[in-house]
Every structure is written in structure tokens, then in C-alpha cells.
């Protein structure tokens, strides 16, 4: 197995898409603020529990610029 076969695996085939797409606009949904998207790459990468404040300081440097 190569890499492109594991990728074109993950593709969804063409007749199933529009039913997915159907599907999808039932699913429940959240509008994050940008500081909770930042908490939550944060979070996501792990970086969070080892240098919480580092981390806080530079996601609110980002936020700015």
C-alpha cells in the first residue's frame, strides 16, 4: 500500500457525495470566536498542558497582529 492509495481511500466516491452533503447540513454546528479556535490548537496540539502561560502570551500576540 502506498501513500497515494491510502489517501485516495479516504476520498468519498462521486455518487455517494451528495447524499454526505445532504446529510451534513442537519449536523449541529458551533461559530468559535478566534481566541477560542487558538485555545483550542492549543489544546489539540498538546502544547497547552506543558507551557500554558508561553502559550497564552503567544496565541494573544497573534491575535493582535
Not at 8 to 21: G, N, S
Not at 37 to 42: A, G, R, T, V
Request: glycine fraction near 4%; charge should be negative.
Amino acid at each position: 500500500m502506498t501513500k497515494e492509495s491510502i489517501i485516495t481511500d479516504l476520498l468519498v466516491p462521486v455518487d455517494e457525495r451528495q447524499l454526505l452533503k445532504k446529510e451534513a447540513n442537519h449536523f449541529l454546528s458551533w461559530q468559535l470566536t478566534d481566541r477560542q479556535i487558538c485555545d483550542l490548537e492549543l489544546l489539540l496540539s498538546g502544547f497547552i498542558g506543558i507551557h500554558v502561560n508561553t502559550s497564552l502570551e503567544k496565541c494573544e500576540e497573534r491575535d493582535i497582529i
